[in-house]
């Protein structure tokens, strides 16, 4: 059960959702949007998801107000899940598993060592997690679908990125909060809303939910990981679809209220992601400094470096100089430097050193 504050903007719309659907508030408000003055185009918008909360913001806190709620209602003492060595993920979830008194288990893969990758790794630890180094991609995953479930039958298993139908509500609820501001006058209906796909969660999420939210509006996702890995398919329209329809099915399936909506094809940009995921481009980097110069915000290069590098190039475009154009931003704002710099990387399990010592 949750407070009459603590309601989800979804719930309010379909309330019969809330007797299927498990939610946790974790410190979060409504994220505000606001214009973007400074970067060369009249009628460019932001929605800060980086201050969703003060204690970790970003998009992944919106998909773990569901995801652990539902691991708190079917009792799991532990969450299992994967990503690359700096996971915004992970800690997200190491960070939010500790103040609900979950065990954290972290399958880490390589990705390109930056400062931000050190840090995050400093963090995993602080916060408690456990981490496990599996070396490449293949590796991590033959431990997150054998080892790991071998081993821990009765851990909630959680897949890279947060991305299950499940905690893709999350994304459906932001689109819902969306309305409301909206509705409020907070900014114009925007013509394109520009966010980062790499696991196919946020954007999913949020073209089911402006479909049914009734915002007409055309989502473009800029690529920041692989498309393929072989035969398998991670980031594509294809994929992203894919997540569409079974996050449609678990809504339908939990309301009756649920209406019959058509959302529309997905369209991504393919051009931004350079080397592949976690690895930094010039063109992030470019992006990362732009923001912080002209409008204080803070990027990383490896998700919302690569968009706004995007975004950059899209507002260039002189046909779209009046479209309202939205930003959907998705990093954290909280600096946590700080804890960082209080664990000496030596406290890490030894197969992390390396990446401190190179």
Not at 150 to 171: K, Q
Not at 256 to 269: G, N, R, Y
């Amino acid at each position: 059960m949750t407070s009459v504050e603590e309601i989800p903007a979804i719930f309010k719309c379909y309330p019969d959702l809330g007797d299927s659907i498990d939610y946790i508030n974790l410190d979060t408000m409504p994220s505000q949007v606001h214009r973007l003055d400074n970067l060369g185009h009249g009628d460019l918008w932001i929605k800060r998801n980086d201050k969703l909360s003060t204690v970790y913001g970003g998009n992944k806190v919106r998909r773990l107000e569901f995801v652990l709620a539902e691991v708190l209602e079917k009792r799991k003492s532990r969450v299992v899940t994967l990503g690359a060595i700096g996971t915004n993920h992970g800690l997200a979830t190491a960070i939010y598993c500790k103040r609900l008194g979950i065990k954290c288990k972290l399958i880490l893969y390589d990705q390109e060592v930056t400062p931000y990758v050190r840090e995050n790794l400093r963090l995993y630890h602080k916060y408690g997690a456990d981490m496990v180094y599996a070396g490449n991609m293949i590796n991590a995953g033959r431990r997150y679908y054998l080892d790991q479930r071998l081993r821990h039958p009765m851990s909630y298993f959680l897949y890279a990125g947060g991305s299950s139908p499940i905690a893709t509500v999350g994304s459906v609820n932001a689109a819902f909060e969306f309305k409301e501001q909206l509705d409020r006058g907070d900014m114009p209906a925007p013509k394109y809303v520009i966010c980062p796909t790499a696991s196919n969660g946020t954007m999913g999420g949020l073209m089911l939910g402006f479909a049914l939210a009734g915002i007409d509006t055309t989502v473009i996702g800029v690529r920041v990981g692989v498309d393929r890995w072989g035969p398998m398919e991670f980031n594509t329209p294809r994929t992203v679809k894919s997540m569409i329809r079974r996050v449609y099915k678990v809504l339908k399936r939990s309301s009756k209220m649920i209406p019959d909506v058509t959302v529309p094809e997905p369209v991504m940009l393919n051009d931004y992601v350079g080397k592949g995921y976690g690895y930094v481009t010039q063109e992030s980097l470019r992006a990362v400094e732009i923001f912080k110069e002209k409008e204080n915000i803070k990027l990383e290069p490896v998700y919302t470096g690569k968009t706004c590098a995007a975004l950059l190039d899209f507002i260039k475009d002189k046909d779209r100089s009046n479209d309202t154009v939205l930003y959907w931003h998705t990093y954290n704002s909280v600096d946590l430097s700080e804890e960082a710099r209080s664990v000496d990387y030596r406290e890490l399990p030894p197969e992390f050193h390396t990446f401190f010592e190179e």
